[in-house]
Nanobody, 115 residues
Framework: QVQLVESGGGLVQAGGSLRLSCVTS????????MAWFRQAPGKEREFVAAIAGATHYEDSVKGRFIISRDYAKHTLYLQMDSLKPEDTAVYYCAAAQTSSAYDHWGQGTQVTVSS
C-alpha cells in the first residue's frame, strides 16, 4: 500500500517561513507528477503548486513558494516564504501515476499564519 505522509506544518507569524515535506512510503514508485493543494476553512480545495519535470504555481504563491522533489529520498517539498495570513489552510500532498489525475493523497498538514 503506497502512502503519502506530510509533515512540517505549524504556526508561524506573517512574513515567516515553513518547509513542508511529503514522503512516499510503502514501495518504491516514481510518480508521473506531484503537487500541493490546500483547503482553507469554508473553502474548496485549491491547487498550490505542481512538479512534473517543469514546475507550476498558483498565481498568489508565485515568487514566495518553491516546490521540489528529492527522488532518492522519495520526498516532495514545499518551501514557503513570506507567508501571509491568507496562506492559512490544511496543505495536502498529491501524486499522479499517469497524466490523467492525482490519484493518491496525503492526510494533510495544518499551516496557520498569524498576523
Amino acid at each position: 500500500q503506497v502512502q503519502l505522509v506530510e509533515s512540517g506544518g505549524g504556526l508561524v507569524q506573517a512574513g515567516g517561513s515553513l518547509r513542508l515535506s511529503c514522503v512516499t512510503s510503502g514501495r518504491a514508485f516514481t510518480w508521473y507528477a506531484m503537487a500541493w493543494f490546500r483547503q482553507a476553512p469554508g473553502k474548496e480545495r485549491e491547487f498550490v503548486a505542481a512538479i512534473a519535470g517543469a514546475t507550476h504555481y498558483e498565481d498568489s504563491v508565485k515568487g514566495r513558494f518553491i516546490i521540489s522533489r528529492d527522488y532518492a529520498k522519495h520526498t516532495l517539498y514545499l518551501q514557503m516564504d513570506s507567508l501571509k495570513p491568507e496562506d492559512t489552510a490544511v496543505y495536502y500532498c498529491a501524486a499522479a501515476q499517469t497524466s490523467s489525475a492525482y490519484d493518491h493523497w496525503g492526510q494533510g498538514t495544518q499551516v496557520t499564519v498569524s498576523s
